[in-house]
């Protein structure tokens, strides 16, 4: 009897030495049983680092998977399992294995909660997890993570891995990663010098933060190395900061010249004060948003193109609503400035209130494609894609229409109606369908500025009416008539504005401005580049 | 801007009211009926956000009139368009008191369309109930203020984020829209705060214009004070239209909600429809109801809302929980009264207690706010919230704060024989002025 005993225990040891990692995993199962048992935050996050404090690589996908909200607990028997929503129903995952386990409704399971704190804690945890991770981008993010918040107990675990890391790039990262945890671990005071010496040299706004602390409760010479290295970060960060503003007041102007472009060619080049021009804006927005809709829908592979394909639809929606309202409205109204004023915004009201009562009052979804989100980092300039591309873009509709205007029979018959009407029409052109054309075409830009737009503003009926004054300030400042003009405005107003705004702040900002503006209208009434010759005293 | 063609607005929407009001009129003798009066903005602006309530209250009168209706006629709704254009409200306010004859008016978003319509609700005696959260330091005695009152709703929100569980902030950004609102409310959390201990050097607070677009210094601005070592988090009162993009520019410069988290007053349910939630998990929101919150009540609530608006995809939100209890509470003050008459009414809606979407009672208090628990949500990637904290209990609306200098020793209390909505208890006089 004792010898079959001794048998079976024998096998056991066998057994458990022959598989490590089954043994471990039914105790990482009994830790993730858990979950199931604990309510509230805090017991998750008791549950969390018992997980984390057994270092198996294994937990990683319970732990992900909860920190996105996906790990669920069935009601009838307890168990945990990682779940994907898909409709009414959630397939179940075992959280360990990942193996599929079938299938629940919503109402038998019920989603573990996290919140932020309880988010950091699993983002902590996984930095400590994924360090040997193969992917180069998921240890990056792991040492980003250790940086940002350093523990005595990471250094350990950084050690080994800068020492099997062959990555020059990560490597060193892992480098300020320890050396932020050497800050707060009790390391003798050389340690700490290097560290901060280490840390001082990333000049960025993390290390400041992490710094900060640092001389506020250290002595000596640690203390005197953590001011050193503040103040040289702050004033390398004040030169980046002048050079940030200066970047937002670019984007804010590729903005503005966008907004207004199309209103250069309506407003200053066949002088109708075109109050609808913003509905134009939101129609091109509100035609992304049918494009996205219809992609959704029936071609979700094609979501990243799907800006790329509104764009000549936009053109074409706004540029004929715009030879609508030309044909129908305006061309009876040429030399009335006063009625065109009125009669265009009573045409905005009601494009306006026929969008809202086509799509609704509420605000459309228009996402953004993979390649407009995120940011990248030029030295400590964050620069965000969206923005970028529509600096670019602003740039190429300039171009494309500086041609236009300047290099084809179109524009030099535009440019010849505009400069004296009645020897246009003597010389055989077409004076209204001129006209008619060059309405079409400053809409038909206004209705792609709004696909630009509709990636940083809401897409809601009254999208135009917010970029409506902003333009008619350009195209005034610039110089009525005058392209560069417009290019040139749009360009300084974003940059006085978003230089004044750290210290003004926006609203005040604004006004300086507008006050600005208003002196310098006083001083020179036709704008910047003012257009000489006979078209200027027509 | 805006102010200088308000009058060709007003031209237009004479036409749209006009149409408005055709259809909203069915064919019965007047006699036969009860009116209730819709005043919400179905153009302008503020159609973005008024408009559901309209629909709302059609519901509503709808629902009680398939129970019977009241006082054994059937109730009609009077819709009204003021078009986002304040003056026009107060017009058109007289409009429904005086022409239509309407027992009470549900209405008003903006705190500037309430302030323009006091003097005709006091001046004709009848009874508005508004449905918004706002920064109090107000109680008159025709008004009935069915949103949160800043203790109902700031005060909470920033005690969740000091807490263990909210991150133990330590360092604060009080971002907000330029107007009454705003401002009010961060003069509030200010005093709050710094009566919590909170160094001024700790406290940033900005301002940016109506329906701003271009969030790029003022997030770089949040990024550059979040980085002193301590604990940050924004609370914000950034207005509708100028959300999207903010939210946008955070997401963009990859703010996280773990490391700063946002904590909006004015971003609900609807808001988040235009915006694809998946950058902003875990940033904050603080009402009094949610569309997530898991009740019977709220389920036949968002059942019967789909059925009646047609459309399976459009979110409920608090503003339309505000219009549920303030209906329900007029509905039973009137059957209790066994009048529509105004003067009674209001009488006899102090006292009153109806069930909340969110599985309690509210009850209209002597200073014409109501009881409401206050929830804290975080944003899903679905577009809806999670509920991580609630109060425990039911918070009072409490009209003057008590953080304010001016306002901290005045009281309201609408019942003989006090009946005065701005009593100041140190000089035992009736008639003090707060903070507005």
């Given at each position: 009897?004792?010898?079959?005993r001794?048998?079976?225990?024998m096998l056991?040891?066998?057994?458990?030495?022959?598989?490590p990692?089954?043994a471990?995993?039914?105790?990482?199962?009994?830790i993730?049983?858990?979950?199931?048992?604990?309510?509230?935050?805090?017991?998750?996050?008791?549950?969390?680092?018992?997980?984390?404090?057994?270092?198996?690589?294994?937990?990683?996908?319970p732990?992900?998977?909860l920190?996105?909200?996906?790990?669920?607990?069935?009601?009838?028997?307890s168990?945990?399992?990682?779940g994907n929503?898909?409709?009414?129903?959630v397939?179940?995952?075992?959280p360990?294995?990942?193996?599929?386990?079938?299938e629940?409704?919503?109402?038998?399971?019920?989603?573990?909660?996290?919140?932020?704190?309880l988010?950091?804690?699993i983002?902590?945890?996984l930095?400590t997890?994924?360090?040997r991770?193969?992917?180069?981008?998921?240890?990056?993010a792991?040492?980003?993570?250790?940086?940002?918040?350093?523990?005595?107990?990471?250094i350990?675990?950084l050690?080994?891995a800068?020492?099997?890391?062959?990555?020059?790039?990560v490597?060193?990262?892992?480098?300020?990663?320890?050396?932020a945890?050497i800050?707060?671990?009790?390391?003798?005071?050389a340690?700490?010098?290097?560290?901060?010496?280490?840390?001082?040299?990333?000049?960025?706004?993390?290390?400041?933060?992490?710094?900060?602390?640092?001389?506020?409760?250290?002595?000596?010479?640690?203390k005197?190395?953590?001011?050193?290295?503040?103040?040289?970060?702050?004033?390398?960060?004040?030169l980046?900061?002048?050079?940030?503003n200066i970047w937002?007041?670019?984007?804010?102007?590729s903005?503005?010249?966008?907004?207004?472009?199309?209103l250069a060619?309506?407003?200053?080049?066949?002088?109708?004060?075109?109050?609808?021009?913003?509905?134009?804006v939101?129609?091109?927005?509100?035609?992304?948003f049918?494009?996205?809709?219809?992609i959704?829908?029936?071609?979700?592979?094609l979501?990243?193109?799907?800006?790329?394909?509104?764009?000549p639809l936009?053109?074409?929606?706004?540029?004929s609503?715009?030879?609508?309202?030309?044909?129908?409205?305006?061309?009876?109204l040429?030399?009335?400035p006063?009625?065109?004023?009125?009669?265009?915004?009573?045409?905005?009201?009601?494009?306006?209130q026929?969008?809202?009562?086509?799509?609704?009052?509420?605000?459309?979804?228009?996402?953004?494609?993979?390649?407009?989100?995120?940011?990248?980092d030029?030295?400590?300039?964050?620069i965000?894609?969206?923005?970028?591309?529509i600096?670019?873009f602003a740039?190429?509709?300039?171009?494309?229409?500086?041609?236009?205007?300047?290099r084809?029979?179109?524009?030099?018959?535009?440019?010849?109606?505009?400069a004296n009407?009645?020897?246009?029409?003597?010389?055989?052109?077409?004076?209204?369908?001129?006209?008619?054309?060059?309405?079409a075409l400053?809409?038909?830009?206004?209705g792609?500025?709004?696909?630009?737009?509709?990636?940083?503003?809401?897409?809601?009926?009254?999208?135009?009416?917010?970029?409506?004054?902003?333009?008619?300030?350009?195209?005034?400042f610039?110089?009525?008539?005058?392209l560069w003009?417009?290019?040139v405005?749009?360009?300084?107003?974003g940059?006085?504005?978003?230089?004044?705004?750290?210290?003004?702040?926006?609203?005040?900002?604004k006004?300086?401005?507008?006050?600005?503006?208003?002196?310098?209208?006083?001083k020179?009434?036709?704008?910047?580049?003012?257009?000489k010759?006979?078209?200027?005293?027509? | 801007?805006?102010?200088?063609?308000?009058?060709?607005?007003?031209?237009f929407?004479?036409?749209v009211?006009?149409?408005?009001?055709?259809?909203?009129s069915?064919?019965?003798?007047?006699?036969d009926?009860?009116?209730?009066?819709?005043?919400?903005?179905?153009?302008?602006?503020?159609a973005?956000?008024e408009?559901?309530?309209?629909?709302?209250?059609l519901?509503?009168?709808?629902?009680?009139?398939?129970?019977?209706?009241?006082l054994?006629?059937?109730?009609?709704?009077?819709?009204?368009?003021?078009?986002?254009?304040w003056?026009?409200?107060?017009?058109?306010?007289?409009?429904?008191?005086?022409?239509?004859?309407?027992?009470?008016?549900?209405g008003?978003?903006?705190s500037v369309?309430?302030?323009?319509?006091?003097?005709?609700?006091?001046?004709?005696?009848?009874?508005?109930?508004y449905?918004?959260?706002?920064?109090?330091?107000?109680s008159?005695?025709?008004?009935f203020?069915?949103?949160?009152?800043?203790?109902?709703?700031?005060?909470?929100a920033v005690?969740?984020l000091?807490?263990?569980?909210?991150?133990?902030?330590?360092?604060?950004?009080?971002?907000?829209?330029?107007?009454?609102?705003?401002?009010?409310?961060?003069?509030?959390?200010?005093a709050?705060?710094?009566?919590?201990g909170?160094?001024?050097?700790d406290?940033?607070?900005?301002?940016?214009?109506?329906?701003?677009?271009?969030?790029q210094?003022?997030?770089?601005?949040?990024?550059?004070?979040?980085?002193?070592?301590?604990?940050?988090?924004v609370?914000?009162?950034?207005?509708?239209?100028?959300?999207?993009?903010?939210?946008?520019?955070?997401?963009?410069q990859?703010?996280?909600?773990?490391?700063?988290p946002v904590?909006?007053?004015?971003?609900?349910?609807?808001?988040?429809?235009?915006?694809?939630?998946?950058p902003?998990?875990g940033?904050?929101?603080?009402?009094?109801?949610?569309?997530?919150v898991?009740t019977?009540?709220n389920?036949k609530?968002i059942?019967?809302?789909?059925?009646?608006i047609?459309?399976?995809?459009r979110t409920?939100n608090d503003p339309?929980?505000?219009?549920y209890?303030?209906?329900?509470?007029?509905?039973?003050?009137?059957?209790?009264?066994g009048?529509?008459d105004?003067?009674k009414?209001?009488?006899?809606?102090?006292?009153v207690?109806?069930?909340n979407?969110?599985?309690?009672?509210?009850?209209?208090?002597?200073n014409?706010?109501?009881?409401?628990?206050v929830?804290?949500?975080?944003?899903?990637?679905?577009?809806?919230?999670?509920t991580?904290?609630?109060?425990?209990?039911?918070v009072?609306?409490?009209?003057?704060?008590d953080?304010?200098?001016?306002?901290?020793?005045?009281?309201?209390?609408?019942r003989?024989?006090?009946s005065?909505?701005?009593?100041?208890?140190a000089?035992?006089?009736?008639?003090?002025?707060?903070t507005?």
């Amino acid at each position: 009897m004792i010898l079959l005993r001794a048998l079976g225990l024998m096998l056991v040891f066998l057994m458990a030495s022959l598989l490590p990692s089954n043994a471990a995993e039914s105790d990482l199962r009994a830790i993730i049983a858990k979950f199931a048992t604990g309510t509230g935050f805090a017991a998750t996050e008791t549950v969390v680092r018992e997980l984390a404090a057994t270092g198996d690589p294994l937990v990683e996908r319970p732990l992900a998977a909860l920190a996105e909200g996906n790990l669920y607990i069935r009601k009838a028997d307890s168990a945990v399992f990682v779940g994907n929503e898909a409709g009414d129903s959630v397939t179940l995952l075992d959280p360990l294995s990942g193996e599929s386990a079938g299938e629940a409704a919503k109402a038998d399971i019920t989603k573990i909660k996290v919140n932020n704190t309880l988010r950091r804690v699993i983002r902590d945890a996984l930095g400590t997890l994924t360090l040997r991770a193969k992917d180069p981008a998921v240890r990056i993010a792991a040492a980003d993570t250790m940086f940002k918040t350093p523990d005595a107990a990471n250094i350990e675990p950084l050690d080994a891995a800068i020492a099997a890391e062959t990555d020059a790039k990560v490597k060193a990262l892992f480098e300020q990663a320890r050396a932020a945890s050497i800050l707060v671990s009790d390391k003798p005071e050389a340690d700490k010098l290097a560290a901060i010496a280490l840390i001082g040299a990333r000049g960025d706004r993390d290390a400041l933060s992490l710094l900060t602390p640092v001389e506020a409760n250290a002595q000596g010479a640690v203390k005197d190395a953590a001011t050193a290295a503040i103040a040289s970060i702050n004033s390398s960060l004040a030169l980046w900061d002048a050079g940030q503003n200066i970047w937002y007041g670019i984007s804010l102007g590729s903005v503005l010249l966008l907004a207004a472009i199309g209103l250069a060619i309506t407003f200053g080049v066949m002088g109708v004060i075109n109050m609808a021009h913003g509905e134009m804006v939101m129609l091109g927005a509100y035609t992304t948003f049918v494009v996205q809709q219809v992609i959704r829908t029936s071609f979700p592979g094609l979501f990243d193109w799907s800006l790329v394909i509104a764009l000549p639809l936009a053109f074409l929606v706004a540029a004929s609503v715009g030879l609508i309202i030309e044909r129908g409205v305006i061309r009876f109204l040429y030399g009335r400035p006063l009625e065109t004023l009125l009669a265009t915004w009573g045409v905005s009201l009601v494009l306006q209130q026929a969008v809202r009562s086509i799509f609704g009052p509420t605000n459309q979804e228009v996402g953004n494609p993979s390649w407009m989100s995120g940011s990248f980092d030029v030295g400590q300039l964050a620069i965000t894609w969206n923005r970028l591309w529509i600096l670019v873009f602003a740039l190429t509709v300039f171009g494309v229409l500086l041609y236009v205007m300047k290099r084809t029979p179109w524009g030099l018959q535009m440019r010849a109606v505009t400069a004296n009407r009645r020897m246009a029409a003597s010389m055989g052109i077409r004076t209204p369908w001129v006209d008619a054309l060059t309405f079409a075409l400053g809409s038909g830009i206004a209705g792609i500025a709004g696909v630009a737009l509709s990636q940083i503003d809401n897409v809601s009926p009254n999208l135009g009416r917010g970029y409506i004054i902003d333009s008619f300030m350009v195209v005034v400042f610039g110089g009525v008539g005058n392209l560069w003009g417009t290019l040139v405005g749009a360009f300084s107003l974003g940059i006085v504005n978003k230089v004044l705004e750290p210290y003004a702040g926006a609203v005040l900002g604004k006004i300086v401005v507008l006050v600005l503006i208003i002196l310098f209208i006083q001083k020179r009434p036709r704008g910047l580049f003012a257009l000489k010759g006979r078209a200027a005293e027509a | 801007m805006r102010g200088n063609f308000a009058t060709i607005t007003k031209m237009f929407s004479a036409g749209v009211v006009a149409a408005g009001l055709s259809m909203s009129s069915p064919a019965k003798a007047a006699e036969d009926t009860i009116k209730v009066g819709i005043l919400h903005s179905l153009s302008g602006t503020m159609a973005i956000s008024e408009t559901t309530l309209k629909d709302a209250m059609l519901m509503l009168i709808e629902e009680q009139n398939a129970k019977g209706g009241l006082l054994g006629k059937k109730l009609e709704a009077v819709v009204v368009d003021p078009a986002s254009n304040w003056p026009l409200f107060a017009e058109k306010a007289r409009e429904l008191i005086s022409k239509d004859k309407v027992a009470a008016v549900f209405g008003c978003w903006t705190s500037v369309s309430r302030k323009s319509v006091l003097p005709v609700f006091s001046e004709l005696d009848n009874i508005l109930f508004y449905p918004v959260q706002y920064e109090a330091e107000e109680s008159e005695r025709n008004v009935f203020y069915t949103g949160a009152a800043p203790n109902q709703q700031a005060i909470p929100a920033v005690d969740y984020l000091m807490s263990e569980d909210g991150g133990s902030v330590k360092r604060w950004v009080l971002e907000g829209t330029d107007y009454v609102y705003p401002r009010t409310t961060n003069k509030i959390l200010e005093a709050y705060l710094k009566a919590k201990g909170v160094a001024a050097e700790d406290i940033m607070v900005n301002y940016t214009p109506f329906g701003f677009s271009d969030w790029q210094t003022e997030v770089s601005a949040i990024k550059k004070f979040g980085s002193a070592g301590k604990k940050t988090a924004v609370v914000s009162t950034v207005n509708g239209d100028a959300n999207v993009p903010f939210y946008k520019e955070l997401g963009n410069q990859g703010i996280k909600a773990e490391d700063i988290p946002v904590m909006a007053f004015s971003v609900g349910e609807e808001e988040l429809a235009g915006l694809d939630t998946a950058p902003l998990v875990g940033h904050l929101a603080a009402w009094n109801y949610f569309e997530s919150v898991d009740t019977p009540e709220n389920k036949k609530f968002i059942a019967d809302w789909h059925k009646f608006i047609k459309n399976d995809k459009r979110t409920t939100n608090d503003p339309m929980e505000a219009h549920y209890i303030g209906f329900n509470m007029w509905v039973k003050a009137v059957e209790k009264a066994g009048t529509t008459d105004p003067d009674k009414v209001i009488d006899a809606m102090v006292g009153v207690s109806v069930p909340n979407l969110t599985g309690g009672y509210s009850t209209m208090m002597p200073n014409h706010h109501i009881t409401k628990p206050v929830l804290i949500g975080e944003i899903q990637a679905d577009g809806q919230f999670e509920t991580v904290s609630q109060t425990p209990g039911l918070v009072m609306g409490d009209e003057w704060s008590d953080y304010l200098p001016d306002s901290k020793d005045l009281i309201s209390d609408w019942r003989a024989p006090l009946s005065c909505g701005n009593f100041n208890v140190a000089t035992g006089r009736c008639g003090g002025k707060g903070t507005n």
